[in-house]
């Protein structure tokens, strides 16, 4: 159990389009869900907390109109890179909270590279 | 939450036991040891978590001292799959609201 799906698991876009992450938590529901980043050779740095029904809760330094976070459903989070430009090129991964375990659990990863 | 001190690497011999420590000098009393692992280009994946009795599952023992200011983790049969960055993150239970914090890790290298 506790299973948390990505999609797609890679993306290839031009500079100044739009990517849409989905992040599914699919054998139980999740009223949190968390977003991170991940640079090369770098740990998992939180980028925003996902709370269903509610506004994301963006970390300091991450801009909230350019990274559209919407949690729609208990079992669904999406992330929205706005006019993505190379640097945002990155392994974005979420997370869905399972409050029976008290513990997050992690998606496989999104591949971000922008052209 | 309290930090949690590391290894930055280590390697083990193949059907060896691994054992990965963490210093946590800081933890408080109501904070849990966390592990997770990070196998490269996946998401991390919980291991085992524990206050301050030892836990063991079907992946891994986690060993924590008496005092609580340190911790270690147990791989009894290491595998080539075990080569990962392996994290120990300290935290209090029931907040819901993120405070994982994923420092450095050690990276484990597994050897044939």
């Known amino acids: 159990g506790a299973v948390v799906s990505q999609h797609p698991s890679w993306v290839i876009c031009k500079s100044g389009t739009s990517v849409k992450i989905e992040c599914r938590s699919l054998d139980f529901q999740a009223t949190t869900m968390f977003w991170y980043r991940q640079f090369p050779k770098q740990s998992l740095m939180l980028m925003a907390t996902?709370?269903?029904?509610?506004?994301?809760?963006?970390e300091q330094g991450v801009e909230k109109d350019k990274f559209l976070i919407n949690h729609a459903s208990l079992t669904l989070s999406t992330l929205t890179v706005t006019s993505a430009h190379p640097e945002d090129s990155s392994f974005y991964i979420c997370?869905?909270?399972?409050?029976?375990?008290?513990?997050?659990?992690f998606g496989p990863g999104t591949r971000l590279t922008v052209l | 939450d309290a930090k949690t001190t590391q290894p930055p690497s280590m390697d083990c011999a193949e059907g060896r036991a691994a054992n990965l420590p963490c210093n946590h000098s800081?933890?408080?009393?109501?904070?849990?040891v966390y592990w997770y692992r990070q196998i490269h280009s996946q998401g991390p994946q919980y291991i085992i978590h524990g206050l301050k009795n030892n836990e063991t599952n079907e992946m891994a023992s986690l060993i924590i001292t008496e005092d609580r200011k340190s911790s270690t983790l147990i791989l009894p049969h290491a595998t080539l799959r075990d080569t990962a960055v392996y994290y120990c993150i300290v935290r209090v239970p029931q907040t819901g609201a993120n405070n994982l914090f994923f420092g450095t890790g050690t990276r484990l290298t597994v050897i044939p």
């Open positions: 800081t933890i408080s009393g109501n904070e849990y």
């Open positions: 997370s869905a909270y399972r409050g029976i375990t008290d513990t997050q659990y």
């Open positions: 996902s709370n269903e029904g509610s506004k994301a809760t963006y």
